[in-house]
């Protein structure tokens, strides 16, 4: 079956502008995670769903930063005001469940603030 | 504070040349500990959970072990596809939380 798919691949934009990032988890999988990679780092956590609702939003660095999943599906990761610092490849992950479920990644997208 | 160690940093290794990679932890509430494989431009890829000490997994080449505070990941006459970074992950309260990984270079 179809694994998780994120869209774009990559995204180039320029300091200060907006930028959306897409998600759709493997079909069936009712937790969908946001995680955030930089160069030679491990991923880092961002946010958590369960269903249609953020559960655990503790890793959004700032305000800028805002995620939703409307129908319990797809994701959708909003970034306002890009600065340089938000570089980095963004990876969407998700699970059968909760708790101790297995996360299967998709390919991630490189985000590039110029 | 739910922290993950990996070591080494980067291995070389030759062809059929047998290995381990470490991982250390310090987790509050341990929900499994996963190994995961991740090739350049490309998401994290799973192999192994391990729920609790002295359980052990295997998968062609390569084998998973735990205790209280360690994990290996034992490698077993490596080819060169095995080439990767080995990221080991701790299961925290509804996130994981990822080591900086073991970049493993297996050359023929």
């Known amino acids: 079956g179809a694994g998780v798919s994120q869209t774009p691949s990559n995204k180039v934009t320029e300091k200060g502008k907006y930028v959306e990032l897409r998600c759709d988890p493997i079909?069936?999988?009712?937790?969908l995670y946001w995680y955030r990679q930089s160069l030679g780092q491990g991923p880092e956590f961002l946010i958590y769903?369960?269903?249609?609702?953020?559960?655990?939003d503790s890793g959004l660095p700032n305000d800028r930063f805002f995620a939703v999943r409307p129908e319990g599906s797809v994701s959708t990761l909003k970034i306002q005001r890009t600065e340089r610092g938000d570089s980095a490849v963004y990876l969407c992950?998700?699970?059968?469940?909760?708790?101790?479920?297995?996360?299967?990644f998709g390919p991630g997208t490189r985000l590039t603030v110029l | 504070e739910d922290q993950v160690t990996q070591s080494p940093e980067a291995l070389r290794l030759q062809e059929g040349e047998s290995s381990s990679l470490n991982c250390s932890y310090t987790?509050?509430?341990?929900?499994?500990l996963f190994w995961y494989r991740q090739d350049p431009g490309k998401g994290p890829e799973f192999l192994f959970t391990?729920?609790?000490a002295g359980e052990e997994k295997e998968k062609e080449r390569l084998k998973a072990t735990l205790t209280k505070k360690e994990s290996f990941l034992h490698i077993t006459a490596p080819k060169p596809e095995d080439s990767a970074t080995y990221l080991c992950?701790?299961?925290?309260?509804?996130?994981?939380?990822f080591g900086a990984g073991t970049r493993l270079a297996v050359h023929p």
């Open positions: 992950a998700s699970s059968l469940g909760q708790g101790t479920d297995t996360q299967y």
């Open positions: 079909s069936g999988h009712t937790a």
């Open positions: 769903f369960q269903g249609t609702g953020a559960a655990d």
């Open positions: 987790v509050s509430g341990l929900r499994g």
């Open positions: 391990l729920y609790s």
């Open positions: 992950v701790i299961g925290g309260y509804n996130k994981l939380i």
